[in-house]
C-alpha cells in the first residue's frame, strides 16, 4: 500500500481480515478515522497501519 493511498470499506476489509460489517460498525461509532467524499467513505492506508500497529501485541520473552 501507498502511503497516502484512500481505501474503500471493501479494500480495508480485505487487507485486514476483518469483516465489512465490522469496518462499518467502527466507522459508525467513530472508532477509526475517515474520509467522507460526498455520500463515500475512505479509510486512510495509513491509518489502518496505525490501527494495527497501536493493537500489537508483543510475545512474551522466553525463560530459560
Not at 1 to 19: N, S
Not at 56 to 63: F, G, L, N, T
Request: charge should be positive.
Amino acid at each position: 500500500m501507498t502511503e497516502g493511498q484512500l481505501l474503500t470499506v471493501r479494500e480495508a476489509a480485505r487487507f485486514t481480515g476483518f469483516t465489512e460489517a465490522c469496518w462499518r460498525s467502527w466507522i459508525l461509532r467513530r472508532k477509526v478515522p475517515f474520509h467522507r467524499i460526498n455520500r463515500s467513505i475512505r479509510i486512510a492506508a495509513r491509518d489502518i497501519e496505525k490501527l494495527l500497529e497501536e493493537s500489537r501485541v508483543p510475545a512474551r520473552e522466553q525463560q530459560r
